[in-house]
């Protein structure tokens, strides 16, 4: 027995040591795969063994990089300042016209009763390591429960969703990418509202899988999550639609083409906490462009009431322009502050060049300028200004107190025209003065009285104008305050 | 005495160091795990693999070696998200091999490294398929010609680390 055991030794070692790494890993399997505890101490050791090198090895990396980039390659950083620079300033512009529009939804989530999911603190981590396999799409960052990590939170980057945390460890936290074959997410197509589960195959592909295959996939498609997976918030991007084949069981076979480089990254960040409140009205409807763009522009000194009223009509329209493209309330409508009105722009001589042109205003900057300035003072005057602002959409409102009040939202609502003098739907007299433009109807908001019961929305093209002057001319409101008119 | 093919000597065995038998593995994992983030073409590479044949046919005990080889199969394993003994098993079986083919054969030359190295490639890789298929379903898609060239690839890196590790043998 002795000698068949000696003979046999190694094999016997080798079947006993295969025996037991089969068993462990069919309870694993059986407990549910890796996600399970029961290895948890052996993870972090290795973790532990593992991950301070490549931390020191990114905290060297990143300091050289750093020297090299912010002592000695600075080579073209004067334009690119420039360059970024521009481009804040078209995001400002871009960023005022989205909060109108967010603005409105949010009235609108409010009437609905919807409760909103808002990202309220993230960390930012930086990726240390990875899995080393091809298999296991995983990587570790330097941020773990000290940081106030946790499983499951969401992990992203600028450019889309990465993945979610998986384990944590005290300064260390492992993150499944999408592209692993065992994540799941729950993805909505942007058009077609069509909703999927986003997965990962072995070859690291993202599929969006339970689309039924009637449904028409269009290629360049973008994916956002959906909510649905109770990790991801609703409506990050994932990616893009890059091919769609039928796959089984009467599903498509949808290849996502992932938004954020999962292959190289190298920053991200976790969403450690969301909130989820009622959506309220009042979040968003005082950031106004004529604020914004007040801070910018530089201002004009105080004018006498009666210079304006001797001036040229451009001068109360830029006024009445400005009073119309804050929105400011009947009571609060001064030229005191920094007027935005397109003619107050040349009058400047710091007014810098750039930010000019980036507003996308249909009307002409300089109301001076512009032809339609030799019949400044009457109702049309405004009106080619007003009609190339190319407004977007019109709302009524019938009100218990028999005014209709016709909402006519331009793509730039923050840019008054400047040669508007009056009312031009209801042809109401140019005020006398920038004080008086207080006033003024706005070129897009104009009360008329309610003919009968009528939901029709009222003609507010400028260039048809009423004759009908308007007893009672209202400002631009709040949003809140549209149903509830004077 | 093992029976060899070798020229009449008596094969060589080797010990290393307590420093390089932890150090080695641990720095083979430590890159294989960080360098695929930079250079997504180094995941083709499997570094711990190398370092586990290299051990193996060093010190030419099937016991050394298979425990050389669970152990850093294990701990790739754990740095992975999948569960633990994949990589485990298919490394433990290729020590073994290593091990056992070292004392029989003479492996000290490049081509028979090379050669050596490509065909334990293929082991593991057929084993670690096996096992996840078989006792962890996973999804896993096979390519001849992919997992020929990853072999080729990795065989070739194992003659140039198999040398440089030969600075660190100590004879018994």
Do not use: C
């Not at chain 1, 945390?165 to 509202?193: C, E, F, H, P």
């Amino acid at each position: 027995m002795e000698s068949v055991l000696g003979r046999y030794r190694n094999l016997i070692i080798l079947v006993g040591v295969l025996f037991l790494q089969v068993l462990g890993l069919a309870v694993q399997v059986k407990r549910g795969g890796a996600e399970t505890e029961n290895t948890r101490l052996i993870r972090i050791w290795t973790v532990g063994a593992i991950t301070p090198f490549e931390r020191s090895v990114v905290w060297v990396q990143r300091g050289v990089g750093n020297i090299w980039h912010n002592y000695f390659y600075l080579r073209g950083v004067r334009a690119e300042n420039r360059d970024l620079k521009e481009q804040i300033e078209h995001m400002r512009i871009e960023q005022v016209r989205l909060s109108e529009d967010a603005a409105q939804a949010r009235r609108l989530q409010t009437l609905l009763a919807f409760k909103e999911q808002f990202i309220s603190k993230t960390v930012a981590a930086q990726v240390i390591g990875s899995s080393g396999s091809d298999l296991s799409r995983i990587i570790y960052i330097d941020k773990g429960g000290d940081a106030g990590l946790q499983r499951d939170m969401a992990v992203i980057t600028a450019d889309g969703i990465v993945g979610k945390v998986m384990l944590v460890y005290s300064s260390v936290s492992q993150v499944l990418l999408i592209n692993d074959q065992t994540s799941g997410v729950g993805a909505i197509l942007k058009k077609s509202r069509l909703q999927g589960v986003l997965r990962g195959t072995a070859n690291g592909e993202v599929v969006l899988e339970r689309v039924m295959s009637d449904e028409q996939v269009p290629v360049g498609e973008t994916v956002l999550t959906s909510g649905g997976d109770q990790i991801f918030p609703k409506g990050l991007p994932v990616g893009t639609v890059a091919n769609v084949a039928n796959g089984k069981d009467l599903f498509l076979n949808i290849k996502i083409k992932a938004a954020a480089n999962l292959d190289q990254l190298e920053e991200v960040l976790v969403l450690v906490e969301k909130q989820e409140r009622q959506a309220t009205a009042e979040d968003n409807v005082r950031v106004r462009a004529a604020d914004i763009l007040a801070q910018r522009l530089p201002s004009v000194p105080d004018k006498p009431a009666t210079d304006a009223a001797a001036g040229t009509g451009n001068a109360a329209g830029a006024a009445t322009g400005t009073s119309a493209g804050s929105a400011k309330s009947a009571s609060t409508a001064t030229p005191e502050p920094k007027p935005i009105g397109s003619a107050t722009v040349p009058q400047s001589k710091n007014s810098s060049a750039t930010t000019i042109p980036h507003v996308p205003v249909g009307a002409s900057p300089a109301g001076a300028a512009s032809p339609q300035a030799a019949s400044a003072g009457t109702p049309s005057a405004g009106a080619p200004s007003v009609g190339t602002s190319a407004p977007v959409g019109s709302t009524t409102v019938s009100t218990p107190v028999e005014h209709k009040i016709t909402v006519v939202r331009s793509k730039v609502p923050f840019i008054a025209p400047s040669n508007v003098v009056g009312n031009p739907v209801t042809g109401s007299k140019p005020p006398a003065g920038p004080n008086k433009s207080a006033g003024t109807p706005s070129a897009g908001l104009s009360t008329k009285p309610a003919q009968g019961p009528s939901k029709k929305p009222v003609p507010t093209a400028p260039s048809q104008p009423t004759s009908q002057p308007s007893s009672q001319p209202s400002n631009r409101q709040p949003p809140a305050d549209e149903n509830n008119p004077q | 005495m093992p029976v060899t093919y070798t020229s009449g000597e008596q094969v060589e065995v080797y010990r290393f160091s307590i420093p390089a038998t932890v150090g080695f593995p641990l720095l083979a994992l430590f890159l294989q795990a960080f360098v695929p983030r930079r250079f997504p073409l180094f995941s083709y590479l499997d570094l711990p693999l190398l370092v586990t044949i290299f051990f193996a046919m060093a010190r030419r005990n099937p016991i050394s070696g298979l425990l050389t080889g669970a152990v850093i199969g294990l701990v790739q394993d754990s740095l992975g998200g999948l569960p633990l003994g994949l990589y485990g098993i298919a490394k433990t079986v290729v020590g073994f091999g290593a091990s056992s083919l070292g004392v029989k054969l003479d492996v000290e030359n490049a081509g028979a490294r090379l050669l050596v190295t490509l065909g334990f490639y293929l082991v593991h890789a057929a084993v670690y398929f096996t096992v996840a298929r078989g006792l962890a379903s996973l999804t896993l898609n096979w390519s001849w010609s992919r997992g020929f060239l990853a072999g080729l690839a990795n065989a070739v890196l194992g003659v140039v680390i198999y040398f440089f590790l030969d600075k660190f043998k100590q004879r018994t």
